[in-house]
């Protein structure tokens, strides 16, 4: 007689899927080729050396920036001193011009070495002013230039163009790049232009003014 109510084993044994093992190997990280790895590398390289000159060329245009600054600080720090300096200059100038050129070539004795001991001591002035970067303003048969000369009177003369600078009344002086104080000057007016004339031959920049006239 048979048991009904025996049951069949049962496999206790896990029932693996064969189909998911492959994908389940594949999950891991992904190793780089060497091939990636030195395309990297070479990829940093690059940047790092962009940055590099980069950072030389900042460096070197802070360090000539730096320099210019220098420079402007040591020329113009004395510029306040200096105008003082034009001062006692043009009142030594304008002691000697008073004088008749008769008693300064007869002078003799205390005179002769008053007249002497402010020649020199002009003549120094002038020596420390350049010395110290303090330059004379051409302007005595120059163009007039607004920048560095200031016009006080015009002369009528036909023999230079207009605007030429026929008599300086007071010297101007330049530190470096900076005016310190302009030209006093007279200009000619009445000589129209000069040069070539511009549908034939026209003249350069700077050039057009005959000043051997």
Request: net charge negative.
């Amino acid at each position: 007689m048979s048991d009904d109510n025996t049951t069949p084993e049962k496999n206790d044994e896990p029932q693996v899927d064969n189909a998911a093992a492959p994908d389940a190997q594949q999950d891991g990280p992904v190793e780089p080729t060497p091939e990636e790895i030195i395309a990297q590398l070479e990829a940093e390289k690059e940047q790092l050396r962009d940055q590099v000159l980069r950072t030389a060329a900042e460096m070197e245009n802070l360090r000539k920036r730096t320099e210019r600054e220098i420079a402007d600080t040591r020329s113009y720090a004395i510029a306040g001193f200096a105008r003082d300096m034009l001062v006692a200059t043009d009142n030594l100038s304008r002691a000697l011009m008073v004088m008749p050129a008769e008693v300064r070539e007869t002078a003799d004795g205390s005179l002769k070495s008053l007249i002497e001991g402010i020649e020199m001591t002009e003549r120094e002035m002038q020596r420390l002013l350049q010395k110290n970067g303090v330059k004379p303003i051409e302007a005595q048969g120059e163009k007039f230039d607004p920048h560095r000369h200031q016009a006080m009177f015009e002369v009528p003369d036909t023999t230079v163009p207009d605007g030429t600078v026929v008599q300086v009344v007071q010297t101007g002086y330049a530190i470096g790049e900076r005016i310190l104080r302009p030209a006093m000057v007279g200009v000619s007016k009445g000589g129209g232009k000069a040069g070539p004339r511009p549908d034939i031959d026209p003249p350069a920049p700077g050039e057009g003014i005959d000043k051997s006239a």
